[in-house]
């Protein structure tokens, strides 16, 4: 069974009550945003292996420890995954992006890709995918049996807000992805929206309603 870890730093959770206040504006949402995802890739990336090397201090020669693969890639299911994406990028400035593309059916809530490009030698990536919302866990589900098929190896699953019924779901469909989250919520709608939630998370971050 996957690891569900809930990141309840008083930074990450004094940023996610602002955010989820509505009359927080689109400007702060986003800032408030690409800072609890930076916050979170902290706690994300610590069990990235190590390896020794050796390298010369200008005092002498020593071994030191540097990521095994620091190949990485980050990526956004799309649209509201790419609020979270620079946040994370901030802490592994030389990462990859592959964007995912998943819209949501209003009415099955079910995922239908629209969108897949991926970096080239993504199997060899550790990768990171972000989403602000593990609502049904369709998505994600999707998105990761998308990097499954592209023999990607090492998934983490990022997300701010998750509902119960989707990290069920997500566990039971992805049994070997870890998921990160800032908090976990009480339940989902009829509308498949997370309550108490923060209402449409990729409205608010573009503005768009
Ligand atoms: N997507 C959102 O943006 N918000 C929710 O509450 C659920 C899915």
Known sequence: MSKVTTIDHPLVQHKLSLLRDKDTGCKAFRELVYELAMLMAYEVTRDLELKEIEIETPICKTTVQTLANEKIAVIPILR?????????????PNAKVGHIGLYRNPDTLMPTGYYCKLPQDIAERETIIVDPMLATGNSGIEA???????????????????????IAAMQAAHPDVDIY???IDEKLNEHGYIVPGLGDAGDRLFGTK
Do not use: Q
């Open 80 to 92: 509201a995954g790419l609020g979270m994406a620079d946040g994370i990028m901030s802490l592994i």
């Open 181 to 183: 989250v800032a908090h």
């Open 144 to 166: 990761i049996h998308i990097l499954k098929e592209n023999n990607v190896g090492s998934i983490r699953f990022v997300s701010l807000i998750a509902a119960p019924e989707g």
